[in-house]
């Protein structure tokens, strides 16, 4: 399995962008995630997306404003992030779950991706 993350970058406050997750696998059969972790912290949980049905949850920090999508006639998993805010700095990572399921505990996610750097300068 392989899960490729891109889409990071340098941003403003209160801008925007969006991730990206390619997968080798079929996105149909698992839940993808994202999970965050900013210098000095634990890994902490963003969205998931359930790729059968297209149901998704986010954590209560980013609800409102990131969006989780998916598109399984490309195996490709979003997370468009708008308002960005400092506290939203981190490395971000797609990973997927391949229970029916979704979880926001990363151990339960079996593959991951290699990260991509979001940071948000005030």
């Known amino acids: 399995v392989q899960l490729q993350a891109s889409g990071g970058g340098l941003v403003q406050a209160g801008g925007s962008l969006r991730l990206s997750c390619a997968a080798s696998?079929?996105?149909?059969?698992?839940?993808m995630g994202w999970f965050r972790q900013a210098p000095g912290k634990e890994r902490e949980f963003v969205a998931a997306?359930?790729?059968?049905?297209?149901?998704?949850y986010y954590s209560d920090s980013v609800k409102g404003r990131f969006t989780i999508s998916r598109d399984n006639a490309k195996n490709t998993v979003y997370l468009q992030m708008n308002s960005l805010q400092p506290e939203d700095t981190a490395v971000y990572y797609c990973?997927?779950?391949?229970?029916?399921?979704?979880?926001?505990?990363?151990?339960?996610?079996?593959?991951w991706g290699q990260g991509t750097l979001v940071t948000v300068s005030s």
């Open positions: 990973a997927a779950d391949p229970h029916s399921s979704i979880s926001v505990y990363s151990h339960e996610y079996e593959s």
């Open positions: 696998i079929r996105t149909f059969s698992y839940v």
């Open positions: 997306v359930r790729g059968i049905d297209g149901v998704t």
